[in-house]
């Protein structure tokens, strides 16, 4: 499995922005997709997240503002950011986890990271 993301920009504050992240290779197993941030200086976390059935969950910081999404064909995971502030500035990732149950083993994917600069 291969995370593609895209969508990196520098926009102003109250601007909106949409990150996709293309996903290639054998999702039978993948069952949730994510979306993390690093701050510079600050350690990962979790932005959003959405599983297999489509339910969704984000952080408190991002509930309200960013909306996670994922096509029909479940290939391209969306992180649709709105009111974005300055805090928001990060390396943006997406992520995707799973079980392979053949040979009970975990699944743990990323992809590159895209850089988010919200400017004041």
């Known amino acids: 499995v291969q995370l593609q993301a895209s969508g990196r920009g520098l926009v102003q504050a109250g601007d909106s922005l949409r990150l996709s992240c293309a996903v290639s290779?054998?999702?039978?197993?993948?069952?949730?997709m994510d979306w993390y941030r690093q701050a510079p200086g600050k350690q990962r976390e979790l932005v959003a997240t959405?599983?297999?059935?489509?339910?969704?969950r984000y952080s408190s910081a991002v509930k309200g503002r960013f909306t996670i999404s994922r096509d029909n064909a479940k290939t391209t995971v969306f992180l649709q950011m709105t009111s974005l502030t300055p805090e928001d500035t990060a390396v943006y990732y997406c992520?995707?986890?799973?079980?392979?149950?053949?040979?009970?083993?975990?699944?743990?994917?990323w992809g590159r990271g895209t850089q988010v600069t919200v400017s004041s």
């Open positions: 959405i599983t297999r059935g489509g339910s969704t």
């Open positions: 992520h995707a986890r799973g079980i392979d149950y053949s040979e009970w083993r975990s699944l743990d994917y």
């Open positions: 290779g054998s999702l039978t197993n993948i069952n949730d």
